[in-house]
């Protein structure tokens, strides 16, 4: 017996399909008509509203398989593709199905050759359809209506835009998370209601049939804002996962062209900072000096003050680093020439360290003070000020190279370990740099000068001591 | 002052988090709220409920408890010297815009970390609280990762585990030295020890649920970490160096990393200029690499130029490729997985496609063509039935050919 026997010659078999995904329906209707050796090209599919005009004298009693008839093949792989690809909106699936199926009877493993066009269609509408179910995952946002009845309480209301039928289909991924939350969903192809016990399925819905905002929504949005870096705008990276078309039903999507707009002004602001932030650091000591006086980094440099450069030869063993200048540094432009630079000078003599062939600069390149009257009363630098003039310091360690590290006070120390240290720990022992070179800590010859009698005369012996350590041990390194 | 509206804190402590790169909630053990008394769900695979123009994906709520930090890190935004505005949450607060968000479907769930206040140990546990109120007094059972701190009691930690989908302990830089220099409050061998903790309670917890159905799950999502690039001198081998230890060492899930960007308010510690956010962008692709295509750290490494950085103009696997002529042209109708995986602009799919193809028919360059997104790109390095490339591979220029015409391109097409 041939194949065609079975079928009458010429005759055109129209399937209506009940539901747009109608997987099962599909199934059986297909079985049959394999099984009968009805080929692809004389069978309509027509799914509830489409038009079946074309074959309006189709048969619609589906033909009877022989008794013998082969059972149907398919594996799993086409079934499973099958069954996403069937909630497509696209009117032609069903006969494209229904052409793989009938060519997967005479050759079992095409599915499998992913350069046949019939196989890479179906894999695209398998593609767009996970695509969809996914974006319905994420961009499904609920809004809150509080009922009047203390019984039924809150209930939660989405509108969604699916592109294809996977409303039924996706109605399991939400109520494993939402199964203790009276919810709704609606979309123009139909609705899902879940009272936290049973799944219910209503008629397609309008966008003015769910509510229209919540509360929430502003902290959402305050959220959205703020997590987003606006040094790193790239607006096509999420367009592609996000496309405009579901931004209308995101209530964090209305802020997009405001935060992209503002993105580029904070942008822009963050360069014009930047290019202070991120300058290239000079490379010569003369440089230096002509940049510090035009640095305004931290407040200080607001003063009506000038920076001071460090002094002393370039090729120095020994770096000296003070606190900051004070008035009279200020005024001539030169480090420690003040009291407190003069008591530095007595000691370094005292115990032999030739302050001419060392390089003496200080943390803090300009003089912070208020003014009293006529006079300007030293301040202390703030740990913020260090660490942002320490931009400086390094540019003349990088330079001046030397192998030994004399900071004097806590703010120097700051201004060379970006952190604060106690003295009273850390003096008389070195503290490997990571250049290799060595620091060494001490007080700040102004503190003696704030002493009295014993206090005094003790503390003038330890800062004695610790400036002998430095001179022994840049003896050992020379 | 009066005191901050949840708004003005959400503002503040949202803001400070979006340093942090991390942000997926995929990989956990599935759990849905099937017969419990509240929310949530994981399904092995985590969603992104929203794209911020940035390109990045928010799957949670990513937050930071406080902002108050006693440390003092150049690098971070936070640091106790940085005069940015302060803001501080109470647990409660987070667990109620957790459950709020969730209940409208913006998040998967809870992204926690903290700057340091008082000291680690009660930062800690005020995170591992959130956590815990979520868990046991509202039943939710959608993604929380927590930030743990390296300092903590190890005790707290493990309790964060118990409670989380995934912990993390930034490394924080490639380098020690960096560490030293750029976080002095910091100790890179405290940061690994946290690690190996937390290493050695996954394994017991895994080894537990063998032998006890019900033995508690720890982070069942794993451990990550970030390291933050460009702050420090450390080149890309260093960096990839580093994070494949870090791999094998802990058996991480992932390594973030996060190019650092000039942040407001930046430390003068900080580096002359902001690396390039390319950069980042190809260390993720050559840990992508080593993570789904087969490559060792040492084959990214020998991808890498004189400066041991990877090149920014291609990337790394066509760099290898560049360098490593010889093992081309590849026949796609011939060669084994492993070798079409090497192929410049063939992905994980299109080699699966080709395999399953090469089955029925003798491929063409054609049939090649459709299975892959680009075929010029594949061209120089495969041969098929009708297609060999002679001179191709020997061409000098080959790699000018071959670049995308600006960086910038693939940085901001639209
Ligand atoms: S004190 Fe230092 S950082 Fe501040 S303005 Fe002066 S040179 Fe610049």
Redesign the pocket.
């Known amino acids: 017996m041939t194949a065609l026997q079975h079928v009458k010659l010429g005759t055109y078999y129209v399937v209506h399909l009940p539901e747009a995904d109608d997987f099962d329906f599909w199934r059986e209707r297909a079985r049959a008509l394999v099984q009968s050796d009805v080929p692809p090209d004389r069978v309509a599919w027509v799914e509830p509203g489409g038009s079946g005009d074309l074959f309006a004298h189709g048969e619609r009693r589906m033909p009877v398989p022989p008794m013998d008839a082969k059972p149907v093949r398919a594996n799993r792989r086409f079934v499973s593709l099958a069954r996403n690809a069937i909630l497509h909106s696209d009117p032609e699936r069903f006969a494209l199905l229904y052409r793989l199926l009938w060519r997967l009877q005479s050759s079992p493993r095409m599915m499998e050759d992913k350069a046949d066009p019939d196989v890479r269609r179906v894999e695209e509408l398998d593609k767009n359809v996970r695509r969809d179910s996914h974006k319905m995952h994420a961009f499904v946002r609920f809004r809150l209506v509080e009922s009047e009845d203390e019984d039924v309480g809150e209930h939660y209301v989405a509108w969604f835009e699916p592109d294809h039928h996977i409303l039924r289909a996706n109605a399991g991924f939400f109520m494993r998370r939402f199964s203790n939350m009276r919810w709704s969903i609606l979309t123009p192809r139909g609705s899902l209601h879940w009272d936290t016990e049973t799944m219910s399925e209503g008629p397609p819905a309008e966008r003015h049939d769910a509510p229209g905002g919540d509360p929430m929504e502003d902290l959402w949005r305050t959220y959205y804002a703020s997590i987003f870096n606006p040094a790193r705008l790239k607006i096509g990276a999420m367009l592609k996962e996000m496309p405009k078309k579901y931004w209308k039903n995101m209530p964090e999507a209305s802020l997009i062209p405001e935060l992209v707009a503002g993105a580029q002004g904070r942008e822009a602001r963050m360069v014009e900072k930047g290019a202070l932030e991120f300058e290239e650091r000079p490379d010569t000591l003369a440089a230096i000096d002509k940049a ?1 006086h035009a ?4 407040p ?2 607001q003063l009506d003050n000038h ?1 001071v450069m460090g002094e002393g030869p370039q090729d120095a063993a020994l770096m000296i680093v003070g606190e900051q200048p004070g008035d009279q540094e200020d005024q001539t432009g030169r480090p420690f020439v003040g009291p407190a630079g003069q008591l530095l000078d007595t000691h370094l003599e005292k115990v032999g360290i030739d302050r001419r062939a060392a390089y003496v600069t200080n943390a ?3 003089f912070k003070y208020v003014q009293r009257g006529k006079r300007r009363l030293h301040q202390n630098p703030g740990a913020k ?1 260090i660490d ?2 320490r ?2 310091i390094e540019g003349e360690r990088a330079i001046v190279q030397p192998k030994l590290v004399l900071a004097m006070g806590a703010s120097a120390a700051r201004g060379l370990l970006g952190k604060t240290v106690s003295i009273s720990r850390v003096r008389g022992a070195p503290i490997p740099l990571e250049d290799g070179s060595e620091l060494w800590v001490t007080a700040h010859p102004s503190y003696l000068l704030r002493l009295e009698g014993a206090a005094r005369e003790e503390q003038a012996q330890l800062f004695d001591a610790d400036l002998a350590a430095v001179r022994a041990r840049l003896e050992e390194l020379a | 002052m009066a005191a901050q509206t949840i708004l003005q804190k959400l503002e503040i402590l949202a803001d400070a988090a979006k340093y942090d790169a991390s942000c997926a909630s995929s990989g956990t053990a599935k759990k849905n709220s099937l017969g419990g008394k509240g929310i949530g769900s994981t399904e092995g695979m985590g969603i992104c409920h929203a794209y911020a123009p940035d390109g990045r994906c928010i799957s949670l709520l990513k937050i930071l408890l406080t902002n108050h930090c006693v440390f003092d890190c150049h690098y971070c935004v936070n640091r106790k010297s940085s005069n940015v505005a302060r803001a501080r949450f109470t647990p409660q607060e987070v667990v109620d815009l957790t459950l709020a968000f969730y209940r409208r479907n913006y998040i998967e769930g809870l992204f926690l970390s903290s700057g340091i206040v008082k000291n680690s140990n009660h930062t800690m546990e005020q995170i591992v609280e959130v956590a815990r109120i979520l868990r046991e007094e509202h039943d939710f059972r959608g993604y929380i990762h927590l930030k743990t701190i390296p300092e903590a009691d190890p005790e707290i930690v493990h309790q964060a585990g118990l409670y989380a989908d995934r912990v993390s302990i930034n490394v924080e830089l490639p380098t020690d030295s960096g560490l030293t220099r750029l976080a002095p409050d910091k100790d890179a061998r405290q940061i690994e020890g946290a690690m190996g903790k937390v290493k050695a309670d996954l394994v017991e917890a895994k080894d537990a649920r063998k032998r006890f159905r019900h033995a508690p799950r720890f982070a069942p999502a794993g451990q990550s970490t970030q390291m933050i690039v460009g702050a420090d001198a450390a080149t890309d081998a260093d960096i990839v160096g580093k994070a494949s230890r870090l791999y094998d060492n802990f058996r991480l899930r992932r390594v973030y990393y996060s190019a650092f960007s000039p942040i407001p308010d930046a430390s003068a510690v900080l580096p002359l200029k902001r690396p390039p956010l390319i950069r980042e962008h190809r260390l993720y692709q050559s840990d992508w690499l080593m993570r789904f295509y087969g490559y060792k750290p040492s084959d990214v490494m020998q991808a890498t130029e004189a400066d041991g950085n990877l090149p920014l103009d291609i990337d790394p696997k066509l760099a290898w490729a560049l360098k490593f002529r010889e093992a081309f042209p590849v026949d796609v109708n011939r060669a084994s997985k492993e070798q079409l995986l090497r192929v410049p602009g063939l992905g994980v799919k299109a080699v699966g496609k080709i395999l399953a193809s090469r089955r029925h028919r003798a491929l063409r360059l054609d049939d090649v063509a459709l299975l892959t997104q680009s075929i010029t790109k594949v061209r120089p390095f495969i041969c098929t039935v009708d297609w060999r490339p002679i001179t191709l591979t020997d061409r000098a220029d080959l790699r000018s050919l071959l670049a995308p015409k600006s960086e910038q391109l693939e940085l901001f097409a639209a």
């Open positions: 510090i640095c305004r980094k931290c200080i440099g920076a803090v390149k300009h000020e942002t003039c931009w400086w």
